[in-house]
Nanobody
Framework: QVQLVESGGGSVEPGGSLRLSCLVS????????LTWFRQAPGKERECVAV??????NYVDSVKGRFTVSQDKLKNTMYLQMNSLTPEDSAMYYC?????????????????WGQGTQVTVSS
């Protein structure tokens, strides 16, 4: 059974850090494309970071601040977020799928988690 469960969201001040987790069931992480998306109120869902085995990529706005990783033994993907700004506030989702379609296109993914909220404010 495929299931993705995010955790680790919360409220932090600007400049703070959070680490999100996505526990994945029903996929072999060695050959699955896993991606973090985020969606703020009134905005479209935006890609954040992708990981496929050793390959990683990031949207420009988070490069140098966010790091995506995975622990295959724990079937978990992580997103370490540093130097957070209010513009990073959003619901963060993890998505899983194969290699068809652009990594940044939400329609490329068939399975999604329920999301975890990140709020950055002073």
């Amino acid at each position: 059974q495929v299931q993705l469960v995010e955790s680790g969201g919360g409220s932090v001040e600007p400049g703070g850090s959070l680490r999100l987790s996505c526990l994945v069931s029903g996929y072999n992480l060695r050959d699955t494309r896993l991606t973090w998306f985020r969606q703020a109120p009134g905005k479209e869902r935006e890609c954040v970071a992708v990981i496929v085995d050793r390959f990683r990529n990031y949207v420009d706005s988070v490069k140098g601040r966010f790091t995506v990783s995975q622990d295959k033994l724990k079937n978990t993907m992580y997103l370490q977020m540093n130097s957070l700004t209010p513009e990073d506030s959003a619901m963060y989702y993890c998505a899983a799928g194969g290699y068809d379609g652009a990594w940044c296109d939400p329609q490329s993914y068939s399975d999604w988690g329920q999301g975890t909220q990140v709020t950055v404010s002073s």
